[in-house]
């Protein structure tokens, strides 16, 4: 594969769909290329941020690294590790239980790495040093299965942020402190992606942690990284400059954003031939180019609705809470009960403004979210609380307030 190509395929059988993207990239002799050997070590890193299972569209399909390995397999390859790391709040050990990968690695034979548990170093990133677990970097040839999904902080997480899940805890919550943007496009610098194969079944094109899935039933295979979430922006109808990583990991030489350099080929589902497209100026064309793509048409509503979605929930967000320098679990945690207070008609007797975030620490204030606005007059503990503990304890402030100002 080369560095502008973008493979996507379309289809309901995801096993067989990821073999066939390995194959029709070439990944055998990708890995060969690089390594020399088939008996490289090859590292497979999915996203499985939570406990939450793929189908509500937060974390990566089981069955697309299934394929992924079987195709390795029947290459030769046997030295494959999946590693991965849940996110602040949440234990990778349960992760595993509830997304069917301990399951799969275990049916498969597969050594699983919990990089929770890993060493890390400090490693310079084009001129930012960031600390990075230690076993992807070990690896000969890593292999990137991000999911294509909104993000409440960030806009939008597909490959680039994904490898966010190869450093530790302590430097995530650094990473929320820098404002996410630049040390994501700086990690990009110190960790390749050899090979990327995107989960684009059903991901939630608002919230980074699922519950309203789009269905799609796509996966798109790439080598940039920088390029093919410039292409997911372009899928799910948010411009580049909105995702401000993405020009940060171009300026560290991790790849190009130039959509119109990129070369699509599309797919059919359990056929081998591509429809081989044209370099293309526009990448519309090339989504719309075959007849029997399966949702084509609906693709494009649910770009639009799904665009709409995001703005103005996040724009509802802004106005009723003050975040500074969150965790993702947190704010993403928090989103779904102010939404819930919005339905109810309770959001609007909230006279202050949530505080959430690492900003607030040692703070006084009025209403906080979470363990870093402790010390506020009103808060809900948890380092992070969940979505239900949120939405009870605002509601009863809601209620409270509704009820002075009846009064």
């Known amino acids: 594969m080369k560095k502008n190509e973008l493979l996507v395929i379309y289809g309901k059988h995801y096993t067989e769909m990821a073999e066939s993207l390995c194959a029709r990239a070439g990944l055998s002799s990708m890995i060969l290329e690089k390594c020399g050997s088939r ?15 793929a189908k509500d569209g937060a974390t990566t399909h ?120 630049e040390p994501i496009g700086h990690l990009a610098a110190g960790i390749r992606q050899d090979f990327i194969l995107v989960d684009s079944i059903c991901g939630d094109l608002t919230f980074e942690d699922g519950g309203n899935p789009v269905p799609q ?58 429809q081989d497209e044209e370099n293309i100026s526009g990448i519309e064309r090339s ?18 609705e799904s665009a709409a979605a995001v703005s103005a929930s996040l724009i509802r967000v802004r106005e009723l809470v003050d975040e500074v320098d969150s965790c993702s679990a947190c704010y993403a945690n928090l989103l779904p009960a102010v939404r819930r207070l919005e339905e109810e008609g309770l959001a609007k007797y909230l006279k202050d403004r949530i505080c959430i975030g690492q900003g607030f620490r040692g703070k006084s204030g009025e209403l906080g979210v979470g363990e870093c606005t402790g010390y506020f007059r009103n808060n809900v503990p948890g380092c992070p609380p969940d979505t239900e503990r949120s939405y009870r304890f605002l509601k009863e402030y809601c209620e409270k307030q509704k009820s002075l100002f009846r009064g």
């Open 62 to 181: 089981p069955e697309v690294v299934r394929g992924i390995i079987r195709y390795l397999r029947s290459e030769g390859f046997e030295r494959i590790t999946v590693m991965e790391s849940s996110w602040v709040g949440d234990k990778t050990s349960d992760s595993l239980l509830v997304t069917g990968f301990g399951e799969l690695c275990e049916e498969m034979d597969v050594p699983f790495v919990d990089l929770q548990k890993d060493s890390s170093v400090k490693k310079d990133c084009a001129g930012m040093e960031l600390n990075i677990c230690s076993r992807p970097l070990k690896a000969d040839f890593l292999i990137n299965v991000p999911v294509l999904k909104g993000h409440c902080q960030t806009r939008m997480t597909c490959a680039l942020k994904n490898m966010k899940g190869c450093i530790p805890s302590s430097e995530k919550r650094r990473f929320h402190r820098m404002g996410l943007h």
């Open 287 to 304: 989504a719309a180019a075959d007849d029997d793509m399966p949702q084509a048409e609906e693709e494009e509503a649910y770009k639009e």
């Open 217 to 274: 039933d796509r996966m798109i295979a790439a080598v940039d990284p920088v390029l093919c979430d410039a292409y997911g922006c372009s899928l799910i109808g948010i411009s580049i400059e909105e995702v401000r990583y993405i020009a940060v990991a171009e300026a560290c030489g991790a790849g190009s954003s130039d959509l119109s350099r990129a070369s699509v080929r599309c797919l059919r589902e359990a056929e081998d031939r591509p």
């Open 39 to 53: 008996s490289a070590d090859i590292a497979i890193k999915p996203n499985i941020l939570g406990p939450i299972p």
